[in-house]
């Protein structure tokens, strides 16, 4: 039961906080509804925002995700109290891993049940923000309707500014439901909305060119946050004018093209781009933290300088010691790029083709050592996938075997490469894209998306099925289905030589889906890119099956991590 009858027909609190949403520029909002959050839900009825209803707050913070990636905005999630809340956790770690700004807006119990009091309310906690402050960048209780607006685009703000991540705002039941007469209707002007870009320091830009100007054998290692400051063009102009190789993180795939002569692409779990980046004597590591999976498992070990450019105050050399710009990738990059120029550095042919001839060598070492693998379904998949689909196609990846062989292999041609391996969680991709088509939707855009998931990722979001049918999403999913949680038994069998708890049941995903209402097919690895290719074209929610069972390319790093009695370290 509500502890308060609203005043229908009239503005309430729930009103002043999507009129606030609509003032700072949101056009769409994700989330379900819950018992404290009716008045937010109720006030959709009279907002000009459009709504996609998930049905699990996981998936609905994954479809958060998918969206601000296609409006590169802040994308709004509306969640009720206590489990609601606390079901997107999860969705919340991977937008703060991949820096994606997610606003998430929660119920919460009635005003004079804050502060830790039983009072027993339905979803009390004692303190439920608690269980977002380690996870988001910002949590915010509002207690009064007045404070709504200004709290509202404070949280915008942060989750905007560099390093983009999500947000927490708190609106307890009673005040969404009060009448908001003394509130007024905000408009666009009235709120600042955009953050001011982090701007490096001078002298710490200029004594990274002194070191950059005189380097014999620079690099640039360029990661998820060269993409998301939208800085690939200052990243080639101080690649080219410094002849340097440039190689990506995974989520930084499209920091350079690869058909850029300097482009080294993004192998960085061969154990041989490990050593390339070691070998340079002048180091720039730009918008990455080098974490696990950056650093090839940490086995990497720079043996020259480092210069690493980071908007995340706590990533600056946390892994690796050097010359810490702290600052948006874009501005740093232009800094640095006229230092350099200024200090008399030019692009040289000698060094040009120095430069693209240690490409030439890395490359053939990497890929002649994955084709000799016996690999070759694996192989023939992801590169038929890639010629398949669509160059502007967007792609969302779950963690799956397939998606470990896109990370390295997948040519991203300019398409944010898009996958769940920030915080690493199952069932990102079929939700993710989701909300990617809902986004492109509001922005007048047409065209399928893809999301591609093993069957244990499937399983998580299985009931957003309803949502492709209901919203008519044009999400083509396919589903690698291979009876498993198919890397855990990799990993498994090769670490103790059998697998425990991998194996699952599972529906026939051809019936569930056309049980939805959705067209639905089984393939074969080799039909499986023309399969998927026809289902884009096709519009509108499409299911593809692949019942497959794909291995991963063997592990370079493993030595490095033996000890001295031959365990593993």
Do not use: C
Request: zero cysteines.
């Amino acid at each position: 039961m509500t502890t308060q009858t609203p005043d229908t027909g009239k503005r309430i609190g729930g009103d002043v906080v999507l009129e606030t949403l609509i003032a700072l520029g949101a056009r769409g909002v994700v989330g379900l509804p819950g018992q404290h959050a009716l008045g937010l839900f109720d006030a959709l009825r009279r907002s000009d925002l459009a709504y996609l209803s998930a049905r699990v707050e996981n998936n609905a913070g994954f479809m958060a995700d998918g969206l601000a990636r296609v409006t590169g905005d802040v994308a709004p999630l509306l969640l009720s109290t206590g489990p609601g809340a606390l079901t997107s956790l999860a969705a919340l770690q991977e937008a703060a891993a991949s820096s994606i700004p997610v606003l998430a807006i929660s119920a919460q119990i009635p005003v004079a049940g804050l502060g830790g009091g039983r009072h027993g309310y339905l979803h009390e906690l004692p303190e439920q923000s608690a269980s977002f402050r380690g996870v988001v960048k910002h949590v915010v209780t509002v207690r009064t309707m007045a404070q709504i607006p200004t709290a509202m685009a404070e949280a915008w703000r942060i989750a905007a500014a560099a390093p983009q991540g999500p947000v927490l705002v708190e609106v307890p039941q009673d005040i969404l439901l009060a009448s908001a007469h003394d509130v007024p209707v905000l408009t666009g002007a009235t709120l600042a909305k955009s953050p001011a870009p982090l701007a490096p320091i001078t002298e710490t830009v200029a004594h990274a060119a002194a070191v950059l100007a005189a380097a014999e054998r620079p690099v640039i290692f360029a990661g998820g946050g060269v993409v998301r400051a939208g800085a690939q063009r200052e990243l080639a102009a101080l690649a080219e004018r410094l002849d340097a190789p440039v190689i990506t993180t995974f989520s930084g795939k499209t920091a350079l093209p690869w058909g850029h002569p300097l482009s080294a692409q993004g192998w960085i779990e061969d154990i041989a781009t490990t050593e390339f980046l070691e070998h340079a004597d002048v180091l720039v590591i730009v918008g990455s933290g080098v974490g696990e999976l950056s650093s090839n498992y940490h086995t990497f070990r720079p043996h020259g300088r480092v210069i690493q450019i980071e908007a995340d105050l706590g990533k600056l050399g946390s892994n690796h010691p050097g010359i810490g710009i702290h600052a948006d990738a874009k501005l740093a990059l232009a800094s640095l790029d006229a230092a350099v120029a200024a200090a008399g550095r030019e692009s040289t042919p000698e060094r040009r083709q120095a430069a693209t001839a240690s490409i030439e060598s890395l490359l053939g070492t990497v890929l002649s050592r994955v084709e000799g693998q016996g690999r070759e379904a694996e192989i023939a998949l992801v590169r038929g996938l890639r010629e398949a689909v669509s160059d502007d196609t967007k792609v969302y990846w779950d963690m799956t075997i397939l998606a470990y062989w896109a990370w390295s292999a997948w040519d991203a041609r300019g398409v944010e490469f898009a996958s769940a391996q920030g915080a690493g969680g199952l069932g990102y991709g079929f939700p993710a894209a989701l909300g990617a088509a809902f986004g492109r939707r509001i922005n007048g855009e047409t065209g399928s998306v893809l999301a591609v998931s093993g069957d244990g990722g499937a399983l998580y979001g299985i009931a957003e099925l309803a949502v492709a049918a209901q919203h008519d999403l044009p999400v083509v999913w396919l589903i690698v289905d291979d009876g498993g949680y198919g890397v855990l038994r990799e990993y498994m069998e090769g670490a103790f030589g059998a697998a425990t708890a991998t194996e699952l049941t599972r529906p026939n995903y051809v019936a569930l889906a056309e049980s939805f209402g959705i067209p639905a097919e089984q393939t074969t690895l080799e039909d499986a890119p023309a399969t998927v290719a026809r289902a884009l074209a096709a519009g509108g929610p499409r299911v593809v099956v692949l019942p497959a069972v794909l291995e991963l390319f063997a592990p370079t790093h493993l030595d490095r991590l033996t000890g001295a009695n031959g365990a593993a370290a």
